[in-house]
């Protein structure tokens, strides 16, 4: 096929194009048409293609995410909002901190180990690219059954992918999750958070200003990976002759994006860039049209300098390809010499491949031929909105309508079974098979990582500053009610920022559901962002960023409504966190909250085929009362430990408090069955020293929390309600699932 | 005192390594992969990381680059030299020490604190600590599964130059559990372990690596 260029667009309109096979929809083709009014060149249909796709213009969401605009806290700390490639927090002591969570859901289902890798290394250039280094990583992670047979191809692919690309990058692991559920069978969640830190003054956006500055491409050669990672494309309606169909999932390089990112902190230190952007989904189509609509508008591109490590390829396939590790920056021509140094330094691949221009149309050559011609802003931000329609699905009011009838223990015997079948329970069970491919260590800052609450590092080595990050989600709440499971996920994680005595300050958010075209999907996707926008209202905790991920379905079986919430918290000083667990006897143990039957959604019904019922109604300013009462108890030194209850209940934080440190705990509990297995939000464990009851008492008096003495530290064993279980033989149950499972 | 640490495109732990040499009172000296240079240094430190990426044996590129020909040479000088992780890989692969490091067993990456026993205290880098004293510090590694000949193996028994052995379960394979080994002269050493993460109780497991570090500072003095 002949090179298309805008003249031949011009001169010959009719010709029928594959916009259909670009999943374009024909009044979508109709709009390219009336922008640029002509035909679009095959170059410009591959560039609209892939930026109006779902993943890259948010068509079926943006609706929907305006609330997190509309209901914004107003807050000093946001130093930079939604819209960047990641929202910056003003930390205190001149730092900010960037932290964002993305989805690499769909490549890590076809290729586990890849597309694990560039999920990782695709959300750490994000955080690269506003200027901060990076310093930390975590995965919330999901998948079908344990026992399931595609989970054991699935799920170790997943994890050496995440700590192949993550350990090679030096980022410590600090945190995420491992949940398992039928509906994340064909539709594993891969979700990858990344946190930075830099100065304020080292803010970088992603634009492209000033008249004759340069744009550089650097990094890695394209290559024909990637294409069609966001849009479906059909190769053989492009380059007849060149290779034949690519993979559509990235193959990742994670030493060349750890030389991309040591060069370009070395580059931003020395102010060597206007603006920068990386190449991730859409790759130059995006990074091109992202920049030049972040400036004036206008650009000049030559394809055909563009460095490439396969030379069949067409222009169109090099506009679309998601190779991976590569930045775009736009450089003062007094400062090129400097920054071209910089990447011999690092052995990294740098060309010059166009200028800014004082026009507004992004212009792009090939060998001289201009094969685009657009306005900039049409591919990065005027994609098509659709308002989807919605309805809420039969299932909600039957399964909300369901009684739970799970039995629940009793007898010391049945406390005994519950507390180890819990603490064997795959979604239960101690992780070091997971968490033990991924270095935590490196960088030496890392405070806390897996099994803590959140994770955890020191920022500044001299005033001991640090932050604090947790993501949760609780998939079978939002699936009871997506507006309540949603609003409870957040003020999960903010808790399990506070047990450590951090303070939450800000929230991203990962938003994973089925396809947007059925409309009860729909609807738990706007009942979700509702829930959450409603919930950062009341809390106070502005929403700095986030990422949409529809179509995890197959057929007509999408997952659970799975929005993951990060929260960043503040610690000024990482010495005086609140340890999750205790490493002495004689303390004495309170449960912090109120537990209510809430046993829908929760593990215990999950273990016994049961998931209907209603979820529990978030009361967010108990749980701000609740995080004021851990921060302030924090700052007193009134705890020893502190550990939320979540999935599992106060049953799962005991095994996980008694086995950390190898100390023992006996606990007598009212109403022991519910007590044990209840997941009623807002509640925590706390362990102090006798002499400090009186200042809690206070303490929760003073924020109206209701606090109960269940107990004391002490022993090698956990007894609860006179059931005695040895430690030894809990730690048989909770360490040895994994390694039966995947060893 | 002045210890340099060795920084090659893909070192990870080079920042670490340089905060555990001021922690014992001496001060860290960058050294650049890419230069033949060692800046005037006392001792080096080979950190961890991937050298240049490892896509093929680990440190079979790095025992070419610039920086390594000074080493080499310094080494059979009798300078101490530590390598960690991939710093021990590197050595194996530039003769400085035996045998090679392979794939663990289990055939995936292992990040764990690791309980190890210190069984020669006479090198430069462990006067610090007792004879057989244990120590916990961390392990995380992909290839840390320590191979080489019977013939080397007993020749490493029998002359002591086995610095650190695993306690407790096999983490990877090696044999006769070696964490750590160290040339004749016991100047050079290479250990799988990191113990520049384990400075302190606030990052680390411990404090116990710090004693590496100390020990070097011992040597230079005499």
Same mark, same amino acid.
């Given at each position: ?140 992670l999901r998948f079908g059954p344990a026992d399931a047979p595609d989970t054991r191809?699935v799920l170790p692919?997943i994890i ?16 995420g999750e491992v949940v398992f559920d039928e509906t994340y069978l064909?539709?594993p ?21 000033? *008249?004759?500055? &340069? $744009? !550089? ?5 394209? #290559? ?6 966001? %849009?479906? +494309? =059909? ?33 931003? *230190?020395?102010? &060597? $860039? !206007? ?5 991730? #989904? ?6 091109? %049209?992202? +920049? =030049? ?37 736009? $450089? ?88 180890l079948k819990l603490a064997a329970a795959p979604n239960l069970a101690d992780k070091s098979w997971v968490t ?14 897996q099994p ?23 998939a079978n ?125 929760s593990e215990w019904?999950y273990l016994h085929g ?37 999935q599992g209940?106060?049953s799962a934080?005991?095994t996980e ?76 149950a909770h360490t040895e699932t994994f390694p039966k499972l995947f060893g | ?222």
């Open positions: 096929m002949a090179l298309d260029t805008v003249a031949s667009a011009k001169s010959n309109p009719d010709i029928s194009q594959p916009f259909a096979e670009l999943g374009l929809k024909p009044d979508e083709y109709a709009r390219i048409k009336e922008i640029l009014g002509r035909r679009p060149t095959s170059s410009e249909l591959a560039m609209y293609s892939v930026m109006w796709s779902e993943h890259c213009s948010y068509k079926s969401s943006k609706v929907h995410l305006k609330q997190f605009g509309d209901k914004a806290v107003k807050t000093d700390a946001l130093l930079v909002g939604i819209g960047e490639n990641a929202g910056v927090v003003d930390v205190g002591q001149g730092y900010a901190v960037t932290f964002k969570i993305e989805s690499h859901n769909h490549p890590s289902f076809v290729e586990p180990y890849q597309g694990a890798a560039t999920g990782v290394g695709g959300i750490v250039r994000d955080i690269l690219t506003m200027g901060a280094r990076p310093i930390a990583v975590m995965d919330p191809r692919g050496a992918g995440v700590g192949g690309y993550g350990n090679c990058l030096g980022l410590p692991n600090i945190g064909g539709n969640l891969v979700n990858a958070l990344c946190i930075g830190v830099m100065k304020h003054s080292d803010i970088k956006l992603a634009k492209a200003a000033g *008249a004759g500055n &340069l $744009v !550089v491409l650097y990094g890695a050669k394209t #290559g024909g990976d990637g294409i069609g990672g966001v %849009s479906v +494309l =059909a190769s053989e309606t492009f380059e007849s002759t060149g290779p034949a169909k690519r993979p559509a999932v990235q193959v990742g390089d994670p030493f060349v994006e750890k030389v991309l990112i040591e060069c370009s902190l070395e580059i931003f *230190a020395e102010d &060597l $860039v !206007v603006g920068i952007q990386d190449l991730g #989904g859409a790759g130059l189509s995006c990074a091109t %049209s992202e +920049l =030049a609509s972040g400036g004036s508008g206008g650009m000049k591109v030559e394809l055909d300098r563009v460095p490439l490590r396969d030379a069949t390829l067409s222009p169109e396939e090099i506009l679309m390809s998601e190779s991976q590790e590569r930045m775009c920056a736009i $450089v003062e021509p007094s400062k090129i010499n400097r920054f071209l140094e910089i990447c011999k330094k690092w052995d990294v691949t740098v060309t010059v491949i166009g200028e800014v221009t004082d026009g507004d149309r992004l212009e792009i050559t090939w060998h001289g031929d201009l094969i685009v011609d657009v306005p900039p802003r049409t591919v990065a931000h005027e994609g098509p909105v659709y308002n989807r329609p919605l309805a809420k699905p039969d299932y909600v009011d039957r399964v909300n309508a369901e009684v739970i009838t799970v039995k629940l223990p009793e007898s010391a015997e049945e406390i005994k079974a519950a507390v033990d491919q991924y270095d935590r260590y490196v960088q030496g800052n890392t405070i806390q990582s803590d609450d959140s994770g955890m590092v020191r920022i500044d080595e001299k005033t001991h500053l640090g932050v604090a990050v947790a993501t949760d989600a609780n709440w939002s699936y009871l009610n997506p507006y309540e499971g949603a609003k409870l996920a957040l003020a999960e994680a903010a808790r399990n920022i506070a047990t450590a005595g951090a303070k939450p300050l800000a929230v991203t958010n990962c938003l994973n559901f089925g396809s947007p075209e059925d409309p009860g999907v729909m609807w738990q996707f706007a009942e979700s962002v509702r829930g959450l926008a409603d919930g950062c209202l009341e809390m106070g905790l502005p929403v700095t960023g986030g990422n949409v991920s529809f179509y995890n379905q197959t057929g007509s079986v999408a997952i659970l409504p799975t929005p993951v919430i990060g929260v960043l918290g503040v610690i000024d000083d990482v010495r005086t966190r609140t340890p999750m667990s205790f490493d002495r006897a004689g303390l004495e143990l309170y449960l912090l909250g109120e537990t209510q039957n809430d046993i829908a959604g019904a049961q998931r209907g019922g209603k979820a529990p109604i978030a009361d967010l300013k108990r749980e701000m009362r609740l995080i004021d009462l851990l921060v302030t108890g924090n700052k007193e030194k009134l705890f020893v430990a502190a550990h939320d209850l979540s209940g106060l934080t005991l408090m008694v086995l950390r440190h190898g100390i023992g705990a006996e606990v007598t509990l009212e109403n022991v069955g519910q007590t044990l297995i209840s997941e009623s939000p807002g509640r925590v464990v706390v362990a102090i020293d006798p002499a400090k009851s009186n200042a809690l008492k206070d303490l929760a008096a003073k924020e109206n929390i209701v606090m109960t003495k269940i107990g004391n530290t002490g022993g090698d064993s956990l007894i609860v309600n006179g059931a005695k279980i040895a430690l030894s033989e809990l730690r048989k | 005192m002045k210890v340099g640490v060795v920084t090659f495109p893909g070192t990870l732990d080079d920042r670490d390594a340089a905060r555990a040499v001021g922690a014992a009172g001496a001060s860290a000296i960058s050294l650049w992969h890419g230069d033949a240079d060692l800046k005037g240094v006392d001792a080096v430190v080979l950190p961890g990381g991937f050298s240049y990426g490892d896509y093929l044996r680990c440190g079979a590129i790095s025992r070419f680059a610039p920086v390594m020909e000074k080493i080499i040479d310094a080494a059979n000088g009798g300078m101490p030299v530590l390598g960690i992780c991939n710093g021990f890989q590197v050595l194996c692969e530039a003769h400085l020490l035996p045998g090679a490091l392979t794939r663990n067993h289990a055939l995936h990456f292992l990040c764990r604190d690791q309980k190890l026993t210190i069984e020669n205290t006479s090198t430069a880098w462990t006067s610090s600590f007792s004879q057989g004293q244990e120590i916990v510090i961390p392990l995380k590694n992909g290839e840390g599964s320590f191979q080489c000949d019977d013939q080397t193996l007993s020749a490493l028994e029998s002359e002591g130059r086995i610095v650190a052995r695993y306690l407790g379960e096999d983490p990877n394979g090696s044999r006769n559990l070696i964490a750590g080994i160290t040339n004749e002269r016991g100047n050079v050493v290479g250990l799988m372990p990191h113990p520049e993460h384990a400075i302190n109780v606030l990052t680390g497991p411990s404090a116990d690596g710090l004693g590496f570090f100390t020990s070097v500072l011992k040597a230079m003095v005499k």
